[in-house]
Structure formats: C-alpha cells, structure tokens
C-alpha cells in the first residue's frame, strides 16, 4: 500500500474541507492517508511518503498563505524530484492565477504533478468535494 500525506493550510475551514475530501478518495483509491496542518508536518518527512497532496488557498494578491505555508512549501520544494503531488486549494477573487503559478512552480521543482491543481470559488459545494474524493482516489490508484 503506497503512503500520502495530505499537507494543508486552511484559514476559513474552506481548504480543510477539501482535504479531508482528498483524504477520503485517496483512501477509497487504495493508499494509506496521513492528514497534516501545515505547522504539524516538516518538509523533511516528505521522503517518509510515496506521493503528496498540497492544499493552500490563495491569499491577497493570489499568493500562497505567507505567514505557515509559504515557507514551508519553499523548503519542500527542494525535496519534490520525482514525488507523485496533487495541489489544491480555494480562492475568494481572480481567477485562480495563484494555482497557475503554483502548479508551474512545482513542475520546476520536478515534481509528478499528477493533474493541473484543483482550485475551486469560496466554500466547496457538495460536487466540489465530490471532485476532491475523485482526485485523492484517481491519484491513489496512478500511485
């Protein structure tokens, strides 16, 4: 059985929501899930993992959360090579630029990107969790 973290930041419970939702469908997809805040898992447990989903909402100018996760994911990205990843997160306003440029980012850092990352408009909907659980289970089962 191949082992995920799921690794997020959540400010409004929006995030969080959906990655217990990208939990749910990774383990459904096979794998063994282990759910993080942000300030309760450290870059360097990364090679502990098969793969790993990132979850952060865009933040003022459609950046990543600054004060937790931003200097996290700076020091996981130099532990990406080759890692299966997922990214996800919501937004408030724009157009998701943010999860463009993250996407991007971590391609650079050679990351498996498995999908373009899942960016969704203020509080998930019940089909928005519904994508959630397929994209943990659909990236459980590439793994």
Known sequence: MKK??????????????MAK????GAKEGGAEVSLFEVD????????DYDAVAFGCPAMGD?????GAFEPFFE????KLS????????SYGWGGGAWMEAWSERTRSAGAKLFADGLAVENEP???DLATCEKLGKD???SL
Not at 40 to 47: E, L, N, R, V
């Open 21 to 24: 939702a990208v939990e749910k």
């Open 82 to 89: 080759s890692v299966p990843t997922i990214l996800f997160g």
């Open 40 to 47: 309760s898992f450290s870059a360097d447990k990364i090679g």
């Open 75 to 78: 020091e996981a990205e130099g």
């Open 139 to 141: 990236f459980a089962a």
């Open 62 to 66: 459609e950046v990543l959360e600054e």
């Open 125 to 127: 909907s019940a089909d």
């Open 4 to 17: 995920l973290a799921v690794v997020y930041w959540s400010g409004t419970g929006n995030t969080e929501a």
